[in-house]
């Protein structure tokens, strides 16, 4: 059983950064996906980045040019790098992996919510 725990949030002022870390206590063998997800109150969830297990990634046009997604496969780590945050980038951001394409599971929630494997989030909130 892989289990997901993500750190790295807080509050900060526009404009600032911050960078999310999903950690993952096993390894998720033959190909899959592993991506970032986030949901503000009221809203639905949406996806933000997505990498596949042969490095292509996919990101949302909400938060491209501002945000990258990379892992560490010997640490097995999947950070989130976020630049330039907006209030509009608040949200419970959680981590998730399993069967799937990036760019799939992020402009579908349907496909995202199937992935089998989900953290329990972390808190990102950005005031003006």
């Known amino acids: 059983q892989v289990q997901l725990a993500e750190s790295g949030g807080g509050s900060v002022q526009a404009g600032a950064s911050l960078r999310l870390e999903c950690a993952s206590s096993?390894?998720?063998?033959?190909?899959?996906?592993m991506g970032w997800f986030r949901q503000a109150p009221g809203k639905e969830r949406e996806g933000v980045a997505a990498?596949?297990?042969?490095?292509?990634?996919y990101y949302a046009d909400s938060v491209k040019g501002r945000v990258t997604i990379s892992k560490d496969n010997a640490k097995n780590i999947l950070y989130l790098e976020m630049n330039n945050l907006n209030p509009g980038d608040t949200g419970l951001y959680s981590c998730?992996?399993?069967?799937?394409?990036?760019?799939?599971?992020?402009?579908?929630?349907?496909?995202?919510?199937?992935?089998?494997?989900w953290g329990r989030g972390t808190q990102v909130t950005v005031s003006s």
């Open positions: 998730a992996a399993g069967i799937g394409r990036s760019e799939v599971v992020v402009e579908y929630p349907v496909a995202a919510a199937a992935l089998r494997f």
């Open positions: 096993g390894s998720i063998t033959g190909r899959h996906v």
């Open positions: 990498r596949d297990n042969d490095g292509t990634v």
